[in-house]
């Protein structure tokens, strides 16, 4: 992507898709003062989600596997709501709301943890958090 916003990529290889792209950034390259989001969950069909917040969570839960382009070839099963109500800005800045289940559920909830400041790995037990972090420091 142009314009010099960095590039995170979300892999979930249980989802049946190698890499999602996600780019995300502090937004002031694109003069908002605001959290963003561009999700690309079918190729070429990139969405941006302006202060992405989630409105309603399910009780039913969901596992994935996840993983970060930060932390390559780690990735691990962590438990998410299953279904959810979003709210957001679009790029014209209207208010809107989507909601989403299963992939789309969890891409979402990774990208908002994203932005909380909170990585997929702290959503483990210390224990796998752990050990994934010795598997990955051995293995580069």
Known sequence: PGGGLPVHLLQLPA???????????????????????????????????????IAWASDNQIRYSEGSISMPGIHEEVERAAALRLTYQDLDGALRTEEAEGFAAVCHQHEIDQLDGLFWLQRLSRLKRERLVKRFDKGR
Request: aromatic letters at 2%; hydrophobic letters at 50%.
């Open 15 to 53: 989802a049946g898709t190698t890499t999602v792209m996600v780019t995300h950034s502090a937004v002031d390259a694109v003069a908002l003062a605001s959290r963003l989001v561009v999700l690309e969950l079918t190729p070429g069909m990139a969405k941006t989600y302006i202060n992405p917040a």
